[in-house]
């Protein structure tokens, strides 16, 4: 998955984990650190494909959301893996926020906006 999301071949990432987390909450638990890892990829994925829609922005972030949390309970907050899926959280958030019509005027926002300029 990660080697797909490298590649910025962020379709077949999505598909592949659509079908692998389910299976990875069921066998491993929803706490274990390969299942947190599988949906923090997916909400990457998610937002940071070019063609993202602002659903597809919403689902990221509370998919991060949701998996910063159970991250943050079970390996803690200093862990590594908790401060990236953080970082992806952040990120998503602005992007969202820069898609909807009303655009938070927020640090990350900014940044965000920035950053797409830059890059446009």
Do not use: W
């Amino acid at each position: 998955m990660l080697t797909l999301i490298a590649l910025e071949r962020y379709a077949e990432a999505r598909s592949l984990l659509r079908k692998k987390v389910p299976v990875a909450r069921r066998v491993l638990g929803e706490s274990n650190e390969l299942t947190l890892m599988f949906r923090s990829c997916y909400g990457e994925a998610l937002y940071r494909d070019s063609g993202a829609t602002l659903d597809d922005l919403r689902v990221a972030v509370m998919t991060l959301e949701d998996t910063e949390q159970i991250a943050r309970r079970v390996l803690g907050s200093a862990y590594p893996q908790t401060k990236t899926i953080e970082g992806s959280l952040r990120k998503a958030r602005a992007l969202a926020a820069l898609r909807c019509p009303i655009t938070a005027r927020t640090p990350d926002v900014i940044a965000a906006r920035t950053h797409l300029e830059r890059h446009a």
